[in-house]
């Protein structure tokens, strides 16, 4: 089954998280083909919009922490997991199409900084954000140290990176961390009656708000993919996290 799903019909590119069994953690298959998929978008002459989803009951449940407590992550794998995970950041805040992100229950971890990254975050009523990287003696990743800070302010972003605090999504469109929050059932429904709105707009209305948001963001945004790339492999590679992570989620 392909980690990542996807499709483009009407304008629309829609990708798809696609290992529910997982509640779509992030392993090397996951963020490989969500970089490839949004590659695929950015360069089709017929996709405007971008839609950003997963699969089943949970948006993205974070990295596959059994992966890396198996083992199966070396040093050069882990290098370009990181990497990945700053390219797919990139591709959604510094591409030249608009992008949706639909997300429903568990948005944690490396996942959390998706529906941050995209234009537009539609949140389910059952959506909780939660970072515990912290606690695992991991790192943030995609932004997320600036990101949290710029939506929610100092306080909130100390709570929620340091200390793990938890945002349904009533308290992420309070704390302007969301766009919406919509019915379960109706999720899909209003991303797509989202992307229709964008798709209505002149094409030159949406290149010029999308290239004025990237020219806002870029140098902060770099300097923060930066720091936090070197940061998650150096945590990456301490033995504290190391054997804290093979005690939890080792095969």
Same mark, same amino acid.
């Given at each position: 089954?392909?980690?990542?799903?996807?499709?483009?019909?009407?304008?629309?590119?829609?990708?798809?998280?696609?290992?529910?069994?997982?509640?779509?953690?992030?392993?090397?298959?996951?963020?490989?083909?969500?970089?490839?998929?949004?590659?695929?978008?950015?360069?089709?002459?017929?996709?405007?919009?971008?839609?950003?989803?997963?699969?089943?009951?949970?948006?993205?449940?974070?990295?596959? +922490?059994?992966?890396?407590?198996?083992?199966?992550?070396?040093?050069?794998?882990?290098?370009?997991?990181?990497?990945?995970?700053?390219?797919?950041?990139?591709?959604?805040?510094l591409g030249p199409k608009p992008?949706?992100?639909? *997300?429903?229950?568990?948005?944690?971890?490396?996942?959390?900084?998706?529906?941050?990254?995209?234009?537009?975050?539609?949140?389910?009523?059952?959506?909780?954000?939660?970072?515990?990287?912290?606690?695992?003696?991991?790192?943030?990743t995609g932004g997320m140290t600036?990101?949290?800070?710029?939506?929610?302010?100092? *306080?909130?972003?100390?709570?929620?990176?340091?200390?793990?605090e938890r945002l349904g999504a009533?308290?992420?469109?309070?704390?302007?961390?969301?766009?919406?929050?919509?019915?379960?059932?109706?999720?899909?429904?209003?991303?797509?009656?989202?992307?229709?709105?964008? +798709?209505? +707009?002149?094409?030159?209305?949406?290149?010029?708000?999308?290239?004025?948001?990237?020219?806002?963001?870029?140098?902060?945004?770099?300097?923060?993919?930066?720091?936090?790339?070197?940061?998650?492999?150096?945590?990456?590679?301490?033995?504290?996290?190391?054997?804290?992570?093979?005690?939890?989620?080792?095969?």
């Open positions: 089954m392909d980690a990542v799903l996807y499709g483009e019909a009407g304008g629309i590119a829609r990708i798809t998280l696609n290992r529910p069994d997982r509640l779509n953690a992030i392993n090397t298959a996951l963020i490989g083909g969500l970089r490839a998929a949004l590659s695929r978008a950015i360069a089709s002459p017929a996709a405007e919009v971008i839609i950003l989803q997963g699969a089943g009951r949970a948006f993205c449940a974070g990295d596959d +922490l059994e992966e890396f407590g198996a083992g199966l992550v070396d040093a050069a794998g882990a290098e370009a997991f990181i990497a990945d995970l700053q390219t797919v950041t990139r591709q959604i805040m992008v949706v992100c639909a *997300a429903q229950g568990w948005i944690v971890g490396g996942g959390s900084a998706w529906p941050l990254n995209a234009d537009f975050a539609l949140l389910a009523e059952d959506a909780t954000l939660f970072c515990p990287e912290a606690a695992h003696g991991l790192f943030p600036m990101l949290v800070e710029a939506g929610a302010g100092p *306080a909130l972003a100390r709570r929620v990176l340091w200390m793990g009533a308290q992420m469109l309070a704390a302007g961390l969301a766009s919406a929050v919509v019915p379960r059932d109706r999720l899909e429904a209003e991303a797509e009656a989202l992307a229709a709105r964008l +798709l209505a +707009l002149p094409a030159g209305s949406r290149r010029r708000l999308k290239a004025a948001r990237a020219a806002d963001v870029r140098d902060r945004l770099e300097c923060a993919l930066a720091f936090e790339a070197a940061a998650c492999l150096e945590a990456v590679f301490d033995a504290e996290t190391q054997a804290r992570v093979a005690a939890n989620w080792g095969g």
